[in-house]
């Protein structure tokens, strides 16, 4: 494996994804209410803004701000994902590795993150985790997916409300094939 270095700007703002281990699962949206309380309580210990989020049947995407003079957002993501497992009944399968280290079995071990560098890169990303679900397949326009971000966006005037239609919905709409 490489050594892979993460990145920490005190302050700084990260995107995110974030996986369930078995990537089949609708666990995250079956279970949505407790994944916000996980992260509601990890925000009133460990402050952090949340610029935008979508929350997906298996993987997350988000970006946060951490606190001026604040690099720990393992330690955050560490917490969320215990909060939200501790509220699960233990079901999943464990490997043997996970069951020594005494670890569920729910999420993936690791996560990804990227430092965000600039407006532009941030606009990008927002783009990003505002499109997932039509890209995925799970909605048909991104107000569709009520799992996201979105719609705080449409209040501020930031997205039009059609924004991010599927071009199938659009073209049925008007009686083409795509």
Aim: charged content about 25%.
């Amino acid at each position: 494996m490489t050594n892979y270095r993460r990145n920490f700007i005190p302050g700084g703002s990260y995107f995110f994804t974030v996986a369930i281990a078995d990537r089949s699962s609708h666990l995250l949206v079956e279970h949505i209410d407790l994944l916000r309380h996980a992260f509601r309580s990890v925000k009133n210990e460990h402050p952090f803004e949340v610029t935008a989020v979508v929350i997906l049947p298996d993987h997350l995407h988000c970006i946060w701000t951490l606190p001026p003079g604040d690099t720990d957002y393992p330690t955050r993501w560490k917490k969320i994902k215990a909060a939200f497992s501790h509220g699960l009944p233990m079901t999943e399968s464990r490997s043997a590795s996970r069951i020594t280290k005494g670890e569920r079995g729910i999420w993936q071990r690791r996560f990804w993150e990227h430092t965000l560098r600039d407006e532009a890169d941030l606009q990008r990303h927002v783009d990003y985790i505002h499109y997932n679900p039509v890209k995925r397949g799970h909605a048909t326009s991104a107000m569709a997916w009520p799992h996201s971000s979105f719609r705080k966006f449409v209040a501020r005037g930031i997205y039009p409300v059609d924004w991010a239609v599927d071009p199938r919905e659009t073209s049925e709409k008007f009686g083409e094939r795509a």
